[in-house]
């Protein structure tokens, strides 16, 4: 397959994905009171929307056209035009994108093709871009780590635990074989809370799911939505974490667990460069204040 029709393949589906990805921040919004868990399950159903180069079709479908521009449309017609799934837009669209992209006659190629095509190289080029993004920061994470200690495991404490004096907030690094690293100096109280919210990542494979995340978000880096849907479905994670942590630990220590929260943003302990190729307790100011209202609640 060509350059240029991988790339409208993916197009294509960016577009239906981003209607689904719109109902998921409704449905997002409107069950709000909701646990976490729910969110991060719809979210799943995207990121297989986004994976999936066919989707079965449905009549109770949220999405209006599976394909919007056709790969005869691109390659052959005289009078180029979309099919949204949505009669209203292509009436107001169809007429113009047929009349600047129509082919001149004579002209052998569909000016509509050579557009696809360059699109296609400038897609690629992102794509390398971001994989490169990825694998400098592996590297660099890697190289931050380096000097850490094992903690001796305890009878509360898991035998994966690392100290780093170089490590600015808690996250989790590999996958086979995942290691949770901690900033020295902790606490024993901080400690226990933070493993909790860890293992919980460990448990439901966050540390698994943030490197296929991001191999989405490489593929798909030209679509707002799907960055949007990145963004969102990372704090819901943290936020289900924040709940299962606090299951385990008891209602008892809601309160420390908070506290723990609070004390990342007051000592900065959360890095704002850290790629999304590892699982971190920590985030933005917003996003932790959001936690600490549920937490609170």
Known sequence: MEMEMIFLNVFNRSLAAGW????????????????????????AVVAVRLLCPFFPASSFSLIPSGETISAEAVRFEPAPAIDSGIPALNEALNPMIGERLAPAPGTSVNPLYIWTAVAGIVWLVGVAVM???????????????REAVPLESGAALPDNVWLCDAVRSPFILGIVRPKIYLPSGIT???????????????????????????????VYWFHPLVWAAAYVSKQDS??????????????????AYGKTLLCLIAGKGYDRNRIGLVSTMSGGEKVIKERIFRIAG
Do not use: N, T
Request: charged share 25%.
């Open 131 to 145: 994989a490169g993004y990825a694998l400098l920061g592996s590297l660099r994470m890697r190289s931050v780590v």
């Open 238 to 255: 943290e936020l289900a974490c924040d709940a299962a942590a606090i299951r385990l630990l008891g209602e008892k220590e809601r309160l």
């Open 188 to 218: 024993r109280e901080q400690m226990l809370c933070i493993l909790a919210h860890e293992q919980a990542h460990v448990e439901r494979l966050d540390h698994c799911l943030k490197p296929f995340g991001w191999l989405l978000l490489s």
């Open 20 to 43: 689904l990805i719109l109902a998921v921040i409704v449905v997002r919004f409107l069950l709000k009171k909701a646990p976490r868990r729910l969110s991060c399950v719809l979210w």
